[in-house]
């Protein structure tokens, strides 16, 4: 089977924000390359995977994630001390888990929560 589209574009993930600026403030630092800004629609690019903001004022938004994006990274340390020097909410700390990775979770704008991991030798 061929692929219908490439890779990086097959599964995208929209998030619905209050205050776009806000979002990309918070993505930008931490490594998220902007690619498109539309004023009220934004593409963001993390190596080949893309993740779109869309302002939606009247979202109902949150201050409590639901869920979060993942992103992996050879050297999660480093993340977390860019993480702590950011001042972001920090949801999970960093720590080796039992499924094979180190990582650590932090709250954004808007409920939105990234989480970053490195694999754990031998995993």
Not at 60 to 77: K, L, Q, Y
């Amino acid at each position: 089977m061929s692929e219908y589209v490439e890779q990086g574009s097959q599964l995208v993930a929209e998030i619905y924000v209050r205050d776009i600026k806000r979002s990309v403030e918070f993505l930008r630092p931490l490594g998220f390359e902007l690619v498109r800004d539309d004023d009220n629609f934004v593409e963001l690019r993390w190596e080949q995977s893309l993740l779109f903001l869309e302002q939606v004022e009247d979202s109902p938004g949150s201050e409590h994630p639901a869920g979060n994006i993942r992103v992996m990274v050879p050297n999660v340390d480093d993340y977390w001390e860019l993480a702590q020097s950011s001042g972001a909410q920090v949801i999970r700390t960093i720590e080796n888990r039992y499924y094979g990775l180190r990582d650590f979770t932090i709250g954004g704008p808007d409920g939105m929560s990234l989480r970053f991991a490195s694999r754990l030798a031998g995993k």
